[in-house]
């Protein structure tokens, strides 16, 4: 079982639904925490955005913070755009999600509500059939309404709907109803209505669900919140309108009232929620790794890879990107082999983040001392404290194995002197005593040079690496 293959698409993060969070690994409950108490306190209706890029874990948050908003007595609605954009208009998509606020003590309200939403079914059809609207939509007298629109002409549809959107009479009488049914539905805490997935819809779907929101479904008691990444959103809008020169800020500041993005969490945790997701324990701490010296290269797993990618503030996607490959590339390692996982993590680093440069390593164009500087460039020595031996420890093996990928034809006892000179001497700008770094370079080279693998060539790792050309991750969380 040690050699599996990892699943590239994560499975979704069981929420309890007593204590929401209670299996999340980035600590985000505090998060949750302020934005109840913003909706809370600003009752009256407004939109709300939470910004952060695809891949960040927003529609596993949101699923948590839902759970924690119902926990608070909170009535919630949750709309994954995505999955209704196959009409051509979220309007029946949207007023379909209001029939969960039907109980008996509303029922006589809620129709009124439908009368007068037929205005809209009648203006937004003849698209929305029923056949459709039936796959999405469990309400009998929702669904009887849809026909009647449906019955209509679009010759006919056409010449109301242009006269028809003008009277803002009918209107106000829409969002008239909905504020009763709102209000009988939730009186004492607004509804939050969750907007999902809007950034991966049709552009022309996804702006026309912000239009609508604005213009029809905006009143006291609703709170909505779009689960967004901004930029794409922005790219839609450019889309719709066919100009690049559109400010897409500007136009969604028009619809969303207050925007807030969730923290990143802290590399170390992430990297541990990383290593625990792709199961790299059932490989690096295997039964028979433990019992030899290749246990050691779980610590130095874990240790190298929170310390270097916090220094360098890679994006989590890139992140998981980078741990993904690095467990593909696992499994075609041996049980007995080392994987100096320092180096290939860092090579996977290089293959992701500077492509050039981790060309050059393979095409051999590279003195020693230029990938030395590199590893300098990337590792702020002055910062390093406790990982200072990681570090140094990877940047010896590094050396050391393209060393050999170079085929440098010199004699093993001759191998730290021309290590250090062959190029002119290593060059360390970091602050720290060079005599230090120098010495404990030595001394890891010294030793990589006494022991069994101080022959490996570093296409040992590359070769693993490009094998794993062709694995893409299809995780679709969010």
Not at 48 to 73: D, P, S, V, Y
Not at 418 to 436: H, I, P, T, V, Y
Request: proline share 2%; hydrophobic share 40%.
């Amino acid at each position: 079982m040690a050699n599996q293959v990892p699943k590239s698409k994560k499975n979704a993060i069981e929420i309890d639904k007593g204590n929401p969070f209670k299996n999340c690994k980035l600590g985000r409950e505090k998060y949750a925490q302020v934005l109840t108490s913003i909706v809370q306190n600003y009752s009256d209706g407004f939109v709300l955005a939470i910004n952060n890029e695809w891949g960040t874990g927003k529609t596993t948050f949101i699923k948590m913070w839902e759970q924690h908003l119902k926990n608070e007595k909170f009535t919630t609605l949750h709309f994954n755009a995505w999955k209704t954009d196959f009409s051509s208009n979220p309007f029946i998509a949207l007023i379909s999600q209001l029939g969960m606020l039907k109980k008996s003590k509303v029922d006589k309200v809620y129709k009124g509500f439908l009368e007068k939403s037929v205005i809209f079914i009648k203006k937004l059809g003849p698209g929305l059939l029923k056949g459709l609207a039936k796959k999405h939509i469990d309400d009998s007298e929702l669904l009887n309404l849809i026909k009647v629109g449906a019955e209509i002409t679009a010759d006919d549809l056409e010449k109301r709907m242009k006269k028809q959107l003008e009277v803002e009479s009918d209107i106000d009488d829409f969002r008239t109803a909905l504020k009763n049914l709102v209000g009988k539905a939730s009186s004492d805490k607004p509804i939050v209505f969750i907007i999902d997935e809007l950034d991966r819809c049709r552009p022309d779907y996804a702006v026309a669900v912000l239009e609508q929101i604005k213009h029809f479904f905006a009143i006291d008691g609703i709170v909505f919140v779009l689960a967004i990444d901004k930029e794409q959103l922005g790219h839609a809008v450019r889309g719709v309108y066919g100009s690049d020169k559109i400010n897409a800020d500007e136009y969604l500041r028009r619809f969303i009232d207050l925007e807030y993005s969730i923290p990143d969490p802290e590399y170390k945790d992430y990297c541990a929620y990383l290593y625990d997701y792709f199961k790299f324990d059932e490989f690096l701490a295997s039964e028979k790794r433990m019992v030899s010296e290749l246990s050691k290269e779980k610590n130095h797993f874990i240790n190298f890879a929170s310390s270097f990618f916090s220094k360098n503030k890679l994006t989590l996607r890139l992140l998981e990107k980078i741990f993904f490959r690095a467990r593909i590339a696992m499994n075609l390692f041996k049980e007995s082999e080392y994987t100096f996982p320092g180096v290939y993590i860092y090579l996977l680093y290089l293959k992701f983040s500077e492509e050039d440069f981790y060309k050059n390593i393979i095409d051999k164009k590279l003195t020693i001392n230029e990938l030395a500087a590199k590893i300098e460039k990337n590792i702020d020595f002055k910062q390093t404290d406790n990982d200072l031996y990681f570090f140094l420890f990877t940047e010896s093996c590094l050396l050391s194995f393209y060393r050999n990928y170079y085929n440098k034809n010199t004699p093993r006892d001759s191998y730290i002197e021309w290590l250090l000179n062959s190029d002119g001497e290593l060059q360390f700008k970091s602050g720290l005593e060079k005599e230090q770094l120098i010495d404990g370079l030595v001394r890891n080279i010294s030793f990589i040079s006494q022991n069994n693998y101080s022959d490996l060539s570093l296409s040992h790792l590359i070769n693993k690496i490009e094998l794993t050309e062709n694995f893409v991750s299809t995780d679709t969380e969010k």
